[in-house]
T-cell receptor
Framework: DAMVIQNPRYQVTQFGKPVTLSCSQT?????MYWYQQKSSQAPKLLFH???????NEADTPDNFQSRRPNTSFCFLDIRSPGLGDAAMYLC????????????FGQGTRLTVV | AQSVTQPDIHITVSEGASLELRCNYS??????LFWYVQSPGQGLQLLLK??????LVQGIKGFEAEFKRSQSSFNLRKPSVHWSDAAEYFC????????????FGTGTKLQVIP
């Protein structure tokens, strides 16, 4: 049973047209992460939520925003996608306490045309 | 700052042969270490993890890894590779403090030939 679900799996958007990617979890984890992974590169952390507390990485462009309306859902908003934003976007969750690993969704492949 | 190095970008092995993927980390304290596997177009699946205790850890799909503090390494091994093991493998390091904010290595792409 999928525990971290990302929708859609594939998203095509136009240059400059806002797009939202979604992630949901059934694990009731405190922490939700968004990673960007470009072709043949390591996943790069964009930001994460610890419960409602938002934590932005220093080098995450302002073009990327996130919302977490409740424990189960987290959204990645790209306000004006550029060609360089084409990538796989990975959502992950983890417990907020103790030694634990991150659980990843299947990812959303974003294409910008 | 923590960092992870995977020196091999691409490795090719024959089916049935043994496998070792290298991972070196840089971190000032005892790290939390992970190996993830990613099939094409998929998310990351955890193979195994090291937090403390026995330095030889067993994972899923017949994989194991050994933490060597003196060498700052956490190499992944499998005694006999199957064709279905072809994928990309990522080593990652996290740090203690309640929850994991990990740094990934650049990955090693494994090709398995008959």
């Amino acid at each position: 049973d999928a525990m971290v679900i990302q929708n859609p799996r594939y998203q095509v958007t136009q240059f400059g047209k806002p797009v939202t990617l979604s992630c949901s979890q059934t694990l009731n984890h405190n922490v939700m992460y968004w990673y960007q992974q470009k072709s043949s590169q390591a996943p790069k952390l964009l930001f994460h939520y610890y419960d409602k507390d938002f934590n932005n990485e220093a080098d995450t462009p302002d073009n990327f925003q996130s919302r977490r309306p409740n424990t189960s859902f987290c959204f990645l908003d790209i306000r004006s996608p550029g060609l360089g934003d084409a990538a796989m976007y990975l959502c992950a969750t983890s417990r907020g306490q103790g030694n634990t690993e991150a659980f990843f969704g299947q990812g959303t492949r974003l294409t910008v045309v | 700052a923590q960092s992870v190095t995977q020196p091999d970008i691409h490795i090719t092995v024959s089916e049935g042969a043994s496998l070792e993927l290298r991972c070196n980390y840089s971190y000032g304290a005892t790290p939390y270490l992970f190996w993830y596997v990613q099939s094409p177009g998929q998310g990351l699946q955890l193979l195994l993890k090291y937090f403390s205790g026995d330095t030889l850890v067993q994972g899923i799909k017949g994989f194991e890894a050994e933490f060597k503090r003196s060498q700052s390494s956490f190499n992944l091994r499998k005694p006999s590779v199957h064709w279905s093991d072809a994928a990309e493998y990522f080593c990652a390091v996290g740090f203690s403090g309640g929850y994991q904010k990990v740094t990934f290595g650049t990955g090693t792409k494994l090709q398995v030939i008959p």
